[in-house]
T-cell receptor, first 114, second 112 residues
Framework: DSGVTQTPKHLITATGQRVTLRCSPR?????VYWYQQSLDQGLQFLIQ???????AKGNILERFSAQQFPDLHSELNLSSLELGDSALYFC?????????????FGPGTRLTVT | DAKTTQPNSMESNEEEPVHLPCNHS???????IHWYRQLPSQGPEYVIH???SNVNNRMASLAIAEDRKSSTLILHRATLRDAAVYYC?????????????FGKGTSLLVTP
């Protein structure tokens, strides 16, 4: 158990809909990262927050957005969903920023868009 | 970002040592070498990291070549639970901040 929790575990929705994925980092961790894992693209970085502020963006679509709240939990919002958005979405947290800090991953949310 | 090259797959017998290689010939002086693994149906898991010196922890050992252009993750005694995809990742501050840049990794099969 990494200490990172993600809800829901599974989500099935239709094209055009909007969903929210939730992540609770390990206690005390300030940094939250979101990653997407699909069969054809592998694990890709989406976005990072640190202590409530957006710090870095990766291959995140404009239809996707995220935020980190004062209690440090984070939400990833996916809108106007397309079939290609079906993937595993992982959240990871680390104690601080920096290359020597390891990231702890949650169990993921499996999103299926039909 | 500096790139890493890993074999697509490797096979090992249970209770034998496993040496997983990683080439990173364009590594910069500030790149840390990180290893993560992903067990089936789970999120990635941190294994070990290092900069220049060899490192040991309870999970594995990391051997870094003197010129830092390659490294090897060593599992001292493979178990069935070690069957996973192992990712060798170079980390430095980049356009993606401190995010992990996962490649395809090495799929390790452990047979009894």
């Amino acid at each position: 158990d990494s200490g990172v929790t993600q809800t829901p575990k599974h989500l099935i929705t239709a094209t055009g809909q909007r969903v929210t994925l939730r992540c609770s980092p390990r206690s005390g961790d300030l940094s939250v990262y979101w990653y997407q894992q699909s069969l054809d693209q592998g694990l890709q970085f989406l976005i990072q927050y640190y202590n409530g502020e957006e710090r870095a963006k990766g291959n995140i679509l404009e239809r996707f957005s995220a935020q980190q709240f004062p209690d440090l939990h984070s939400e990833l919002n996916l809108s106007s969903l397309e079939l290609g958005d079906s993937a595993l979405y992982f959240c990871a947290s680390s104690a601080d920023e920096g290359v020597s800090y390891e990231q702890y991953f949650g169990p993921g949310t499996r999103l299926t868009v039909t | 970002d500096a790139k890493t090259t890993q074999p697509n797959s490797m096979e090992s017998n249970e209770e034998e040592p496993v040496h997983l290689p990683c080439n990173h010939s364009t590594i910069s002086g500030t790149d840390y070498i990180h290893w993560y693994r992903q067990l089936p149906s789970q999120g990635p898991e941190y294994v070990i990291h290092g900069l220049t010196s060899n490192v040991n922890n309870r999970m594995a050992s990391l051997a870094i070549a003197e010129d830092r252009k390659s490294s090897t993750l060593i599992l001292h005694r493979a178990t069935l639970r070690d069957a996973a995809v192992y990712y060798c990742i170079l980390r430095d501050y980049s356009n993606s901040g401190y995010a992990l840049n996962f490649g395809k990794g090495t799929s390790l099969l452990v047979t009894p």
